[in-house]
């Protein structure tokens, strides 16, 4: 309805504060009586703290305070916890170490914070942390996966034997054992996942304040679910009570999963400031958030596809190792199980699979979820599968595909998900199409004759997102609902805020949610306002992660829409004295149909106020509240195609073409839809040719800056050809399927497919340098 | 970042004055490599003593066979330099690839040979070009200004003035960008000077910073064309290895950016 409705490409509201530098970060926020919070952070990947001598630096300029991980202990901070307990094959629980916000004895990782110094500024902070002394004794560390699980390997906790957190698996193991030994072909490809950092570009930020009088603490933090931090902070943490804080999350610059984790440095400036007596301030810096900021990925993985005479797929069995870092960050558990294994059967009906995953301990930085958490590592194992199966039997990568695709509707794969909806062929065609799939040999022996090595490379991708049915996550392990809530207040002037748990930190909300408001009443978006972020405005709230705000989010939004809607129909035929069945929303107005006899919205509202004419019973006030929990996941898919030049001279990649046909359902603003798959595509892309964090074997991290690791720029970057083929989501009113992790999720698969057409040889990790792919074309 | 004095002088004697007053001196041009390491507190001057306003520092001469740039010239200028343009084309194209439009915008040639980091473009092309460095004290060949790794022949408190390029044949710079910082993962610059010599160096490539290739010399005097360095094998000793190159890798691209750098020069 109208031209803000649903479906068309508004420009963003929020945009004119943001490209005119007026967003409101948690660094820009002033209170009086700030102090500065400066972390000491250990140099070594392992070491004991034997002393930390604080003489020389409290007394110097500025100095606050200087509190050890010693007094967090003694004030009885709860460790960090992790949301998701993982069952091991055995029927034994996961093997979780203790982490408390700062070490008080043993550090695991490069950047571990020990201590904090609070001063009147940064810069005194700074100076005073320099002149405090921390003793260590530095022990050997496990910097990988290979290095924590081999014999003899430094132990990191004493409740993890071996670094091993769990070893789960997921199918049936025996069936998937008969189709191997039943199969005509099997494939067999090993890979590793690299390891990334998220870099959001506006780093991690906290700001504590205690109110005496009151007994109140307010944080202020760049979190992407302030209600799910307050809960933590309260339940677990022992800061506040629940009652007694308040969590607010303002501007946040991005987070791409980084910023659901409740951080040592916000538990820490939230004791502190009660400690000092004054509000406390961290700003991390870049350096900081490569140390600190919980990575993404990080696995090995031994995948097998079977397949039968007739290229079917009979099986998929898998073996990985997921790195989980020096301690289990909020998430962390369920990202390499829940998310990852159950996305294994891809597009394809696979009968029979298994998998086995082990998660370990390194004295690495933890590790998360990252935008796609989990699903970007599932689709590469399988995407990489298909097309090295295509290569192994010498048949067509597209067509192997559509021969395995699942066809028809719901279906139910080995590995609990239910896909409700999808039509994988049409969004193959589309893409095929969109980048003359059919030309592609005439091109590559084109480019061959000028000495080029061509190759093009396709990746079909399955997401689960809308996350997630609280009763079905809670069954696996979960200790959250993951359900979302909203409340739609319509102002006694007709001007309406929508109060949502969800929280933008760059998604659009507060274009797209109001949308939803134009589309129904039909009133123009700037009289609508989204509200979040705030736990003392908004009800309750699980936030903005994998891809659900539109699915659940906006959904929750709807539901208290309609309640409003019904109400105001009532007041509205009560004033029209027309019946309520009579009554429809046009433009901002109640019309009586086939009459010309109409009540405009504000005067809806007002009486709504006013209450001196309102139906029998009926209490006053227009504002109406709804919980909506999902009832099943949404499936989000498509097809990506790259087309790409290798120099073997050199080994750089160059992008001929990227072309991607996604089905995210209903569209509720294309343009903002179009972003978020170019920006997902982007750490896709990254993923694949530049980005990876490294260590060496001391666990030193090598990839801090950017200097260093290597983040996508624009002109790494092919200008991308979008599509959309699109299947309603059933399982959620507006039939969305939600659309930020996609481009993440498929894009990798896409690139080192093609690279590895182009060069004709399959071993090659991820990045795929112009190093790599040289080494893997001359050896 | 420390606090420190900020010094804004408008002659290099004035300047050269000012550093010997300062306890811990620095000199300040473009300041994208100073400013970062003060920022880290990597570095902690007492004073800084800034060169970028000094006008006899600033500015380009091209005369009959040589070009000059001042030192406190930026990358920009000597980049949209008509005379670099007309009389060595390479280095306006080295600049072009240098950095990003905010380091071309402030960062100077003689901020550039000061720092000698290994993987900095134009040191491959003062020792390609056989070019002169001017200070205020006296005048050094490039061979004998670049001692290795971040040092120079540079005396505390010297100031380079400006860099001579004689005007060649022919030349031309190649480079493989590292895909994180954009400096050289390896770059190549050739020179066939006016006299017939041929003069090649690589930068980002060996342990010890900017280097000649003379097994790429010598195929290029016989036969100054890209084939001629077909079946030339250059050697990994010494090359740098990390996570964006092995030493192979980088030993590889000193050979394909020498030929393309030959291709491009013509
Ligand atoms: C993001 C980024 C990308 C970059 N990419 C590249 C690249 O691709 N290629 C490349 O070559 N470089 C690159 N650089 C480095 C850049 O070229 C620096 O500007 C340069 O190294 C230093 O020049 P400056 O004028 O900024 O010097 P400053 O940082 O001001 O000074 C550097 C040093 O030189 C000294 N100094 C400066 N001028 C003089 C003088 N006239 N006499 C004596 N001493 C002097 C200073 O005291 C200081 O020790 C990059 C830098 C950044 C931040």
């Avoid at chain 1, 901070?77 to 203790?98: E, F, Q």
């Avoid at chain 1, 991708?461 to 979302?484: F, N, Q, R, T």
């Avoid at chain 1, 006013?610 to 499936?635: S, V």
């Avoid at chain 2, 010239?73 to 343009?85: E, G, N, R």
């Amino acid at each position: 309805m109208g031209v803000e409705g649903i479906g068309a490409s508004v420009v963003r509201k929020e945009d004119r504060r943001f490209i005119t530098g007026k967003g409101r970060y948690v660094d820009d926020i002033k209170i009086v009586g700030l102090t500065h919070a400066h972390f000491i952070r250990s140099p070594h990947a392992h070491a004991k703290v034997k002393s930390i001598d604080t003489s020389a630096a409290k007394d110097m300029p500025g100095v606050v305070g200087i509190l050890t991980g010693q007094q967090i202990v003694d004030d009885k901070v709860g460790n960090l916890i992790c949301g998701w307990a993982i069952t091991s094959k055995d029927g034994t629980g996961m093997k979780m170490g203790a982490w408390p916000a700062m070490a008080p004895e043993i550090v695991r990782f490069v950047g571990q914070a020990v201590a904090v110094v609070i001063a009147e500024t940064k810069n005194q902070a700074k100076d005073a942390a320099e002149a405090v002394v921390v003793n260590y004794e530095e022990f050997p560390a496990a910097a990988d996966i290979r290095a924590a699980i081999k014999q003899g390997a430094p132990q990191l906790h004493p409740e993890a034997p071996g670094n091993v957190i769990y070893d789960w698996t997921i199918g049936d193991e025996a069936a998937t054992e008969a189709a191997f030994k039943a199969a005509a072909n099997v494939v067999s490809l090993d890979i590793t996942n690299n390891r990334l950092v998220p870099n959001a570009m506006e780093p991690r930020a906290a700001i504590g304040e205690y109110n005496e009088a009151e007994e109140h603490f307010t944080l202020y933090t760049t979190s992407q679910n302030p209600h799910v931090a307050r809960l933590v902070l309260s339940a677990f943490y022992n800061i506040a009570p629940e009652h007694k804080l308040r969590v607010v999350a303002p501007d946040v610059g991005g987070g791409f999963g980084s910023k659901i984790f409740i951080y040592p440095e916000e538990m820490v400036a939230l004791w502190a400031s009660k400690k000092v007596g004054r509000p406390v301030k961290w700003t991390g810096d870049r350096t900081e958030a490569f140390l600190t900021d919980a990575h993404g990925r990080d696995h090995l993985t031994n995948a097998e596809l079977a397949l039968d005479a007739n290229n079917k797929i009979t099986g998929l069995r898998v073996k990985t190792y997921a790195n989980l870092g020096a301690y289990m960050s909020l998430f962390s558990s369920s990202v390499p199980t829940y998310l990852y294994a159950t996305l294994l059967s891809g597009q394809y009906n696979i009968p029979n699979i298994f998998a086995e995953v082990i998660s370990v301990y390194t004295n690495t930085t933890p590790v998360d979820a990252y935008r796609g958490a989990g699903r970007p590592e599932a689709s590469f194992v399988v995407e990489r599968l298909l097309e090295t199966a295509a290569r192994q039997l010498k048949v067509d990568p597209a067509e192997l595909r559509r021969k395995n695709f699942i066809t028809q509707f719901p279906h139910q794969t080995p590995v609990i998900m239910a896909y409700d909806i999808g039509d994988f062929g049409a969004s193959l065609d589309s893409a095929m199409k969109a980048i003359d799939y059919a030309g592609f040999p005439a091109r590559k022996a084109k480019a061959k004759s000028e000495g080029k090595l061509r190759g093009i490379g396709l990746s079909c991708y399955i997401e689960a997102c809308g996350i997630a049915p609280s009763k079905a996550v809670g069954s696996l392990g979960a200790g959250v609902g993951l359900w979302e809530s909203a409340e739609v207040r319509v102002n006694p002037v007709g001007t309406i805020e929508i109060l949502t748990g969800s929280h933008s930190h760059g998604q659009g909300h507060e274009t797209t949610f109001c949308q939803l408001v134009a589309e129904r009443l039909g009133v123009p978006i700037s009289q609508v306002q989204i509200v979040h972020g705030d736990t003392d405005k908004v009800q309750f709230g699980m936030g903005t992660y994998g891809s659900r705000s539109a699915a659940v989010g906006l959904t929750a939004i709807l539901k208290a829409m309609e309640k409003v809607e019904a109400k105001a129909k009532k007041i509205a035929a009560h004033a029209l004295e027309a019946s309520e069945s009579d009554i429809v929303i046009e433009n901002g107005e109640f019309k009586v149909t086939g009459t010309d006899k109409s009540i405009a919205l504000p005067i809806v509202a007002l009486a709504a106020y006013t209450a001196h004419n309102l139906p029998d019973g009926m209490e006053p006030g227009l504002k109406e509240g709804a919980f909506y929990d999902p009832t099943n996941f949404t499936f989000p898919a498509g097809a990506y195609i790259c087309e790409l030049e290798v120099d073997a001279a050199t080994g750089k990649t160059s992008f001929i073409n990227f072309v991607a046909a996604d089905d995210f359902g209903r569209l509720i603003n294309p343009m903002i839809v179009e972003g978020q798959v170019h920006g997902g595509l982007a750490q896709g892309i990254g993923q694949a040719l530049l980005e990876g964090a490294a260590y060496d074997s001391s666990g030193q991290l090598l990839t801090a800056s950017f200097m260093d690791y290597a983040m996508p720029r624009a002109d790494d970057l092919p200008s991308f050809k979008l599509n959309h083929t699109t299947t309603l989501c059933p399982g959620n009113p507006l039939g969305v399927k939600g659309c930020g992790e996609a481009g993440a999720i498929g894009a990798s698969a896409a690139v080192i497919n093609a690279i590895t057409d182009a060069i004709g040889n399959n071993k090659l990790e991820m990045p795929a340098t112009p190093d790599r792919v040289w080494h893997a074309i001359h050896g | 970042m420390y606090e420190t004095i900020y010094h804004r002088p408008s002659s290099v004697d004035e300047a050269v004055a000012l550093f010997g007053k300062g306890s811990d001196s620095k000199y300040l041009a473009g300041g994208h490599t100073l400013i970062p390491v003060m920022k880290q507190r990597l570095a902690a001057p007492s004073d800084v003593i800034d060169l970028g306003k000094i006008k006899e520092l600033i500015g380009i001469e091209a005369s009959g066979d040589t070009l000059t740039i001042k030192a406190a010239t930026t990358y920009f200028d000597i980049m949209q330099s008509a005379d670099v343009k007309k009389s060595i084309p390479a280095i306006a194209y080295l600049t072009s690839v240098l950095g990003d439009p905010a380091v071309r915008y402030r960062g100077t040639i003689g901020g550039s040979i000061a720092n000698n980091d290994p993987a900095a473009d134009f040191p491959a092309a003062l020792v390609s070009l056989g070019a002169t460095v001017k200070t205020n004290k006296r005048s050094i060949t490039a061979d004998d200004f670049f001692k290795g790794l971040f040092t120079t022949a540079l005396e505390d408190g010297e100031i380079i003035t400006q860099v001579s390029f004689p005007v060649p044949a022919k030349a031309g710079y190649e480079k493989m960008r590292h895909p994180a910082s954009r400096f050289a993962l390896t770059g190549v610059f050739v020179t066939k000077t006016k006299a017939g010599d041929v003069r090649v160096a690589a930068t980002g490539a060996s342990q010890n910073g900017v280097m000649r290739v003379p097994v790429i010399e010598t195929a290029l005097k016989a036969n100054w064309s890209a084939a001629a360095l077909d079946s030339v094998k250059v050697s990994d000793s010494g090359m740098l290895a990390d996570i964006h190159g092995s030493a192979a890798y980088r030993a590889n691209l000193v050979k394909v950016m020498a030929q393309r750098a030959v291709t491009a020069a013509g």
